[in-house]
């Protein structure tokens, strides 16, 4: 394998904590500086969020890319660019089905919210394993090749994100009848806590486990 | 081979057992029953009761004198009009002095006019805590305060479905009697009484966020129709405490704002009627009520037994005063300063004894199943009870008016006692769940007792102390019967309760039991594995069917358990749709599925806004049926006696076609025993098609106008599941193993069913039965026959058709036919299939139960847990059934 493929816990934390750190800026910049909050106005706190966000991903993760004597940064980057609106289909796809409301007010909030969570499902994967079918193949097959950390930066964060909104989405039939149980604000709340969960959570536990598993079988 | 199948199919049989059983315990303890007789009281019934004096000493009492039958009916009437005045949810404190509390809240002592009279005027006027019994929704309390009975959550009676009250109650021995009838304001009256009143001005009282148009439209007609001669018993009905309760709660500005209008209002409607109270005036001989129908929490909710909700007030004022003895009847116990440094007092009584009192007071007779008592201080407060009768025909001695009133009260009881017994002896021969028969005798005994000392004591009518312990012997009497009918009638039995759910616990665990032994016999015998292989999918199924379950611990849960379903139903089609991404083998039907979700979860939400504006689903299924035929009149010019023909008769032969077909597959089974050339795979699935050729059809017609999307949608689904479950199995065998039974497709299975319970339009509570439904085909009803149409079509989508269908699932794709007894094995595996599928009903059923059992004090128990617990065991009990048949047919 690459070079980037082994990468230790340490450097795999600082990247994430870079990613984590500009999401939080994004969020104290929309809640001080434009005085937004999520609840009163979730299309445009969502739209920044995206929008300080992504260029963090996408060159964190493009840096982290497959092969890189052969793919230079730039076409990482773009294909982490090609990636977002395609995430973000397959997102609004699955969440219309699990029940988002439609409707021409929803329009802007499920967009952005897609967006949002097209960059923490599908842009790191896309900018990492790129356009090649036997690329996405080993990455996705379950039993092509033994797990490695790079897998886990991308698979950790993006099943984070996703059990993260699935459970967000439970307070939403219930009668308190307060405002952020609308959508897509407790369904955000969960895919965030989860997405960050993932990310300075368990994938440095799990990279420092691999580790450990693996100087046990070196012993 | 026929003790082999006996040994497959006896599981079925035991658990269905299993489930009877502990859904006949906790139903015994948990829904209250009670039947509604259908007869009623006539001014001509024959009762025992004379006016003792009007007769010498020394007659029969039980021969009736002559009386003029022209004047009243059993009792001498007291009063000529009667106001009553109903704020809804009008909670004690509200009326009562902040004295009688421990502190004074800021709602409390807003209706100072109210007040005022019974400070001032304490003869005449007085306030009383009027104490409901649950369950405290208007529409149950309005039941109660007119039949004066204890409306259960299920009343047993011949009302299918419309909420109109077919029992004898107050406003229907009103308008018999002549009474004429003004009703003004909450139009839940209009719905309970269709066609009583006189005049009436209804309001729509669903909108809770609306605080003023009902009342504003009460005031409207109110203070007109007070001037107005031409009724003799006005309902002004106002709904804004309720509202503002529910919207803001007890403790907030609207309320008070609300208490403070009611308050002005009162005053002038106080005031208009003092004006005109002279002699010869309209209101000569008014009563006036102010009366609560339930209580609140602070919170504003009600229908429950809390003593906040079940507290309300009652404030009577009678226009024509009672002489000063009087004063020795009302209770003087709870009498206490007011904030003017005015004595007050107040009374307690039970609004069971409403409907009662107020048909002795106007000389109605009292509804045949009031088992309420003529509560003596509200009887008393009225000047026209007074009236010395007896006086004229009376020359032994002579009675003092206290006396005098205490005869025509001893009277009075002698009747309602009478009554309450012939309501006690017809319910005890007609209803369903009778009451218990050691009550009965005790009962019984209580009245011979009375009825005898009324004989004795007939001789001596004038002495205070016999007529005390006479009116004490009624009393106890009829005390003992509202004792008697609330342990029956309201008191869950909770021993009952918690052995049903214990059983039903137990019988899932035999369930588990069951289907871990098939599993190991096919492991064993024939090297296939069940449902256990995969424990990443076994997890996740669990997973699924215990969140849903768990959901029916919330009451918005099971109102939006539709988008529930479907938010599970997708979240199984995701899992699905991953796991073939990550097997390399994308398939067309694991987006298909998803896309088809899509398609199910509009349809529901369209299906909920149904329910939201309100439960017309008949007249809806009746409107678009004519606007069909007129349709067809007009474009095709069928003849009148044609269409009717095919109204009915293409239904009936449908039904006729199911049925027919259903008897020749029983038939053909027992008959044809024979071994076939095709595989036992084969075979099954013939049966299996052929059963749903014999239901569908019925289902179908009865969907009506959603049949053929429903038909598509299923069919559609089934194939998704069938084939994504094919391609589970293909997985398991590359790896060496053979899985026949994934979990997660069963899930899908049941829960496609539930999904499409709601996109059809139904909904858990019994004005989401599609009424319409059950005249298919037939103009006329009959309990059995529209109640078997009704339940198809409310479990055909939901219970008949998955059970039914539920083999294709394993025989369409099977891959187990390279073993050498294929039959055996398949069979095995059928049976797996349902009992899984039984059990994940099982699990629903239980967690139900759990959650009913917990939420037995709940605003909304008997809105919402208990007819989801009805549906719920109704289908459990069904899918039951439906496995056995199936076993049946199908081994």
């Not at chain 2, 029992?167 to 018999?176: G, V, Y």
């Not at chain 2, 006396?403 to 017994?421: A, D, H, K, R």
């Not at chain 2, 006329?780 to 989508?797: H, K, M």
Request: net charge neutral.
């Amino acid at each position: 394998m690459g070079s980037s493929a082994q990468i230790s816990a340490s450097k795999a934390f600082t990247l994430h904590l870079l990613c984590a750190l500009a999401f939080a800026v994004a969020w104290v910049v929309a809640c001080d500086v434009f005085s937004w909050t999520l609840v009163g106005h979730p299309a445009l706190v969502l739209r920044l969020l995206f929008s300080v966000h992504a260029p963090f991903v996408i060159v964190v993760y493009s840096m982290l890319r497959r092969e890189p004597e052969h793919c230079p940064f730039w076409k990482a980057v773009g294909r982490g660019l090609l990636a977002i609106p395609v995430g973000a289909l397959l997102n609004a796809f699955g969440a219309i089905v699990l029940g988002a409301p439609v409707g021409i007010s929803y329009l802007p909030k499920t967009i952005y919210w897609s967006l949002l969570m097209s960059l923490f499902t599908f842009v790191p994967a896309a900018c990492v394993v790129g356009s090649s079918r036997t690329g996405w193949q080993s990455f996705l097959l379950a039993n092509s090749r033994p797990i490695e950390e790079l897998d886990c930066m991308i698979i950790l964060p993006a099943y984070g994100a996703i059990i993260g909104s699935w459970f967000g989405a439970w307070p939403m039939p219930l009668d308190w009848e307060r405002p952020w149980q609308e959508w897509p604000i407790c369904v955000t709340y969960g895919a965030v806590i989860g997405y960050l969960m993932g990310m300075l959570v368990l994938t440095p536990a799990f990279i420092l486990g691999m580790k450990r598993q693996a100087r046990i079988k070196g012993d | 081979m026929a003790e082999e199948k006996w040994r497959m199919i006896r599981p079925f049989f035991f658990i269905l057992a299993l489930h009877c059983l502990a859904v006949f315990l906790y139903t015994r303890g948990f829904l209250l029953t009670r039947t509604e007789l259908s007869s009623f009281s006539r001014c001509s019934d024959d009762h025992p009761c004379s006016a003792p004096l009007n007769s010498t000493a020394h007659s029969d009492p039980f021969q009736r004198p002559d009386r003029d039958h022209d004047q009243w009916c059993w009792t001498r009437p007291a009063v000529d009009r009667i106001v009553i005045i109903v704020l809804d949810a009008l909670r004690y404190d509200f009326l009562s002095p902040s004295t009688f509390f421990k502190e004074k809240k800021p709602w409390m002592d807003k209706l100072t006019v109210l007040q005022r009279l019974a400070a001032k005027e304490p003869l005449s006027a007085r306030i009383f805590k009027a104490i409901a019994d649950p369950p405290t929704t208007s529409l149950q309390r309005l039941k109660g305060l007119t039949t004066g009975g204890l409306p259960t959550f299920i009343d047993v009676g011949n009302s299918f479905g419309a909420p109109a009250i077919v029992e004898d109650n107050l406003i229907h021995q009103m308008a018999q009697n002549g009474k004429r009838v003004l009703m003004m304001g909450d139009d839940t009256w209009l719905q309970l009484f269709p066609n009583h009143f006189k005049t009436a001005y209804p309001y729509p009282s669903f909108n809770v966020k609306d605080l003023d148009t009902v009342d504003n439209g009460v005031v409207k007609h109110l203070f007109p129709s007070l001037y107005q001669d031409d009724w003799d018993v006005l309902i002004a009905h106002f709904l804004g405490v309720d509202h503002a309760g529910h919207i803001f709660g007890v403790d907030s500005m609207p309320m008070v704002q609300k208490l403070e209008q009611y308050n002005s209002i009162l005053e002038r409607v106080v005031e208009v009627l003092k004006n005109q109270s002279g002699p010869g005036g309209l209101h000569e001989n008014t009563l006036l009520i102010v009366m609560g129908d339930h209580g609140q929490t602070l919170n504003g909710d009600h229908g429950g037994g809390t003593a906040e909700e079940v507290e309300t007030s009652l404030f009577a004022m009678s226009l024509r005063s009672p002489p000063p003895s009087v004063s020795s009847i009302l209770d003087h116990s709870t009498c206490k300063l007011d904030l003017e440094g005015e004595m007050i007092c107040t009374s307690s009584m039970q609004q069971l004894d409403f409907a009662t009192t107020l048909a002795a007071l106007l000389g109605i007779p009292f509804p045949f199943g009031s088992i309420g008592c003529v509560n003596p201080e509200l009887y008393a407060l009225s000047g026209g009870t007074w009236d010395g009768q007896w006086t004229k025909n009376r020359n032994q001695e002579y009675c003092s008016d206290l006396e005098e009133w205490m005869q025509t009260y001893t009277n009075v009881l002698c009747i309602n006692s009478w009554q309450v017994n012939r309501y006690i002896d017809m319910y005890t021969s007609t209803a369903v769940i009778g009451l218990p028969s050691e009550d009965l005798r005790h009962l019984r005994e209580l009245y011979t007792q009375a009825q005898t000392n009324l004989q004795n004591s007939i001789s001596s009518t004038c002495s205070e102390s016999t007529l005390q312990r006479q009116i004490d012997a009624y009393s106890d009497y009829l005390g003992s019967v509202a004792k008697l009918a609330r342990s029956a009638w309201t008191e869950f039995n909770l021993i009952l309760m918690f052995a049903g759910l214990c059983v039903m616990i137990l019988s899932i665990f035999v369930q588990i039991f069951f289907i871990l032994r098939v599993n190991n016999l096919l492991e064993l015998n024939y090297l296939v594995s069940g449902i256990t292989s995969s424990p990443f999918r076994l997890a996740s199924a669990l997973a699924l069917v215990v969140i849903r379950a768990a959901s029916f611990l919330s009451n918005s849960y099971i109102l939006e358990e539709g988008r529930v379903g479907c938010f599970l139903l997708g979240t199984t089609g995701i899992l699905n749709l991953w796991s073939s991404i990550r097997r390399g083998k994308l398939t067309i039907e694991e987006p298909a599925f998803l896309f088809l979700n899509i398609i199910l979860r509009f349809g529901i939400m369209i299906g909920q806004s149904k329910k939201n504006v309100g439960s017309t689903s008949m007249d809806a299924h009746l409107y678009a049926f004519n606007i069909s035929l007129d349709v067809r009149k007009q474009f095709l010019a069928i003849p009148m006696a044609l269409q009717d023909l095919g109204k009915n008769f293409a239904p009936r032969i449908i039904y006729a076609i199911g049925f027919g077909l259903l008897t020749l597959i029983m038939l053909c089974k027992n008959l044809n025993q024979k071994e076939q050339p095709s595989s036992p795979a084969e075979q099954t699935t013939t049966a299996t098609v052929a059963m749903l050729c014999a239901w569908s059809p019925t289902v179908l017609i009865l969907l009506g106008s959603q049949g053929p999307p429903v038909a598509l949608i299923y069919l559609f689904g089934a194939w998704c599941i069938i084939r994504s479950h094919r391609g589970v199995q293909m997985e398991a065998q590359s790896q060496k193993e053979v899985l026949v039974n994934d979990p997660i497709s069963i899930t899908q299975w049941s829960l496609l069913g539930v999904c499409l319970f709601f996109y059809t339009g139904h909904w858990c509570t019994f004005d989401g039965l599609r009424y319409g439904a059950a005249f298919v085909g037939f103009d006329e009803f009959n309990i059995v026959r529209q109640g078997l149409l009704l339940a198809i079509d409310t479990f055909g989508v939901l219970h008949i058709i998955p059970v039914m269908s539920l083999p294709l699932l394993v025989t369409l794709k099977h891959c187990y036919s390279k073993h050498s007894q294929v039959k055996a094995v398949l069979f095995l595996v059928l049976t797996q299939l349902f009992l899984s599928y039984g059990l994940i009903t099982a699990v629903t059923t239980t967690f139900t139960i759990v959650c009913v059992t917990i939420q037995r004090r709940h605003l909304m128990v008997w809105g919402l847990f208990a007819p989801k617990y009805v549906f719920e065991v109704l289908g459990l009990l069904l899918t039951d059934i439906l496995i056995c048949l199936a076993s049946l047919c199908y081994y």
